[in-house]
């Protein structure tokens, strides 16, 4: 099992910057990517950004350029640096695990999540 703990969100207006952090622990050994997902009310969990074990990432075209996904061996640690924020990004956001080293498409698919991390950005 993996256990994975997200901290970070908060209250930010727009333009602002935001750091989600991703705290990972248990069989990291069977992980092969990392990812980021968000959801709004209303709205489908969308994949955000993506990396794997190679350090091939993917993003969401809404966030190109903007955001960041990083990850931090030694510490366990998968962070995401979001920066220019929008109303638009205003989100649950949540931290995934996979044991699969290709980005999957389904976010039903990923193996392990964490409870979320509340993201605001005011107009």
């Known amino acids: 099992q993996v256990q994975l703990v997200e901290s970070g969100g908060g209250l930010v207006q727009a333009g602002g910057s935001l750091r989600l952090s991703c705290a990972v622990s248990?069989?990291?050994?069977?992980?092969?990517?990392f990812a980021w997902h968000r959801e709004a009310p209303g709205k489908q969990r969308e994949l955000v950004a993506w990396?794997?074990?190679?350090?091939?990432?993917k993003y969401a075209d809404s966030v190109k350029d903007r955001f960041t996904i990083t990850r931090d061996n030694d510490r366990n640690m998968v962070y995401l640096q979001m920066n220019n924020l929008k109303p638009e990004d205003t989100a649950k956001y949540y931290c995934?695990?996979?044991?699969?080293?290709?980005?999957?498409?389904?976010?039903?698919?990923?193996?392990?999540w964490g409870q979320g991390t509340q993201v605001t950005v005011s107009s």
């Open positions: 990396r794997n074990k190679a350090d091939t990432t």
């Open positions: 995934a695990a996979d044991n699969y080293p290709v980005c999957k498409s389904n976010w039903r698919g990923y193996d392990y």
């Open positions: 248990g069989n990291i050994w069977s992980i092969n990517s």
